[in-house]
């Protein structure tokens, strides 16, 4: 199969694509020849200077905040108006306050509300805004970025750990819910190399690499990649969490 036989999205929306992840998902779509919605929540210009790094031509930036029903009401409305339609979905925002696991204490109720509001609310009331645009879509894809936490229990908290767990039910339930117009998966990964965990190092993330099968640090790239097979490769597959971890869950 050629580049030109895969079902490109037209129209992908990557939230949280400032930095880290969502920002090499979306200069992956739109080397494929999507164009690419930039989705951020604070950070402004660094969702702009994305939209300038990316292949082809007809990006934009829009503001997305996962705790702002009136700021995701406001983008799928922009969405609309610009795009009449969504091929693909990529919830890649979160975010996660480090607690230690047996420290139950300084696991408050604001803390823990808050993480399961940003990391599973969150993703929940932008695929319901955007539901209709991704029916208007062809072969149309949702990726929940996940955690490997959500399967081991080990995580930045237990608040987080339990967050993404919630969020691949929701997948499973999303995937009967949405088909046949819409497949929806969760990827998984586990100690990227990004700035997502306050405080974790280089150095601790290549010391966790040392005790897994593959021996390597995940990219930002590496999970990139995962979430477009999954909208570009896997069409006759929903409802299922794509682990992409160097075999760190064996």
């Known amino acids: 199969m050629s580049v030109q036989d895969l079902p490109v999205p037209q129209v992908a929306l990557v939230t949280g694509s400032g930095s880290g992840i969502g920002r090499a998902t979306a200069i992956r779509l739109a080397a494929l020849g999507s164009k690419v919605v930039v989705g951020y ?37 922009a969405v609309g108006e610009r795009f009449g339609r969504l091929d693909a979905l990529v919830n890649n925002a979160g975010s996660t306050v480090p607690v230690p696991l047996n420290d139950l204490e300084a696991l408050t109720d604001e803390v823990f509300d808050q993480v399961v509001r940003i990391n599973l609310r969150g993703p929940f009331s932008v695929i319901r805004a955007l539901r209709p645009l991704l029916e208007k879509g062809e072969n149309a894809a949702i990726v929940n970025v996940s955690s490997l936490a959500a399967q081991t229990g080990m995580g930045s908290s237990l608040a987080y750990c339990a967050a993404k767990g919630g969020l691949d039910t929701l997948t499973v339930g999303l995937a009967r819910v949405l088909a046949p117009k819409v497949r929806v998966f969760s990827v998984s990964p586990a100690g990227v190399d990004t700035g997502f965990v306050p405080g974790r190092t280089r150095e601790q993330l ?3 690499a040392e005790k897994m099968p ?37």
Do not use: F, P
Not at 214 to 230: E, W
């Open 206 to 208: 290549e010391a966790m």
């Open 41 to 77: 929540n604070l950070g402004r210009e660094a969702a702009e200077h994305v939209v300038s790094e990316l292949a082809g031509s007809g990006h934009v930036a829009l503001r997305i905040a996962l705790e702002d029903a009136d700021s995701i009401s406001a983008a799928a409305r």
């Open 214 to 250: 593959l021996r390597k640090v995940t990219s930002a790239d590496d999970v990139a990649r995962a979430i477009v097979a999954c909208i570009t490769h896997l069409t006759s597959a929903t409802g299922i969490v794509v682990t992409v971890d160097e075999g760190r869950h064996l």
